[in-house]
């Protein structure tokens, strides 16, 4: 059973390495009885809490919980000089998409 799952993770590794470098989207699971390699699957988002560490390294103070919004997390927030503003966050790699000051 064991060389089994050997020569299985040995083929997802020859898999992974004939094809290049791994893409982003490549997942492997590795089971105890099987190995399951899935390509081109869809990428996952950060969760909140990172958002608001992301927004809250720029010295920008969150006012309200992150919300999906045309692709990207929106969160209310106040701007450095106190005014109110909105900032977006790219979903996937967590980069600071920038800030709307509302006048």
């Known amino acids: 059973m064991k060389f089994k799952a ?5 083929i997802a590794a020859a898999a992974l390495t004939t094809a290049g470098t791994a893409d982003a989207a490549t997942v492997v699971i590795q089971k105890p009885h099987k190995t399951i390699v899935m390509k081109h699957v869809p990428a996952r988002y950060i969760g909140r ?3 608001v560490e992301v ?5 920008i103070r969150v006012i309200g919980e992150p919300y999906m919004y045309r692709g ?10 106190g005014r109110i503003a909105f900032c977006r966050i790219n979903p996937r790699t967590g980069a600071f998409l920038g800030i ?3 006048l």
Do not use: F, P, Q, S
Request: positive net charge; proline residues 0%.
């Open 55 to 59: 927004v809250k390294a720029r010295n």
């Open 72 to 81: 990207a997390y929106v969160v209310k927030c106040r701007e450095r000089h």
């Open 100 to 102: 709307t000051v509302r």
């Open 49 to 51: 809490d990172r958002v």
């Open 6 to 10: 050997l020569i299985a993770g040995a």
